[in-house]
């Protein structure tokens, strides 16, 4: 396995909208497992293959403590939803920055799993919140699209000041 980068908001491959999933190959699995891989070094709890540059309807999530319930959808798609819940988001694309973003309370899910076997998955709380938001990503949408104009800027601005930071600080190690 192999850890992967995880593109940082505002890259505009955030943006891409997802292709699925035609064959569930080695190829696919294996991404998988190095989307498990980062997704735990990095402390996340969820990670759609949009975010690791890999534009094909995939997402992981484990939302244990121990980090050994792994979870693959492969071309999820909600086909059932109800109720209303407000919930504080972060995004590992959006690094150090949370909002209240309203989500569906309950969801019904389909998709494929690792090896290719349909399923159906009935979720409410956090992982239908993590489902969802992943989902988005899949459809070229990150959590800030859902916060005023204002807010969104904000981040923005600070997401790019901090990558103007970290350049300069790498290019300064180099020499």
Do not use: W
């Amino acid at each position: 396995m192999s850890q992967l980068t995880i593109l940082q908001y505002p890259d505009p491959r955030l943006r891409r909208v997802a292709k699925p999933v035609t064959e569930v190959t080695d190829s696919v699995r294996q991404l998988a497992d190095d989307m498990l891989e980062t997704m735990y070094e990095a402390r996340g709890i969820g990670l759609a293959a949009t975010q690791v540059d890999h534009h094909i309807r995939m997402l992981v999530l484990d939302l244990s403590e121990q980090q050994d319930q792994p979870l693959v959808f492969i071309n999820p798609e909600i086909i059932d939803r109800e109720g209303t819940q407000n919930c504080d988001e972060g995004c590992l694309s959006v690094p150090g920055e949370y909002a209240q973003v309203e989500r569906a309370e309950t969801i019904r899910v389909r998709a494929l799993d690792r090896d290719g076997e349909r399923f159906e998955l009935d979720a409410d709380e956090l992982l239908a919140v993590c489902i969802q938001h992943e989902i988005d990503h899949l459809d070229g949408k990150v959590f800030v699209d859902y916060l005023s104009p204002l807010k969104r800027r904000m981040i923005e601005r600070k997401m790019k000041k901090q990558r103007r930071h970290q350049q300069r600080e790498a290019v300064e190690q180099s020499l």
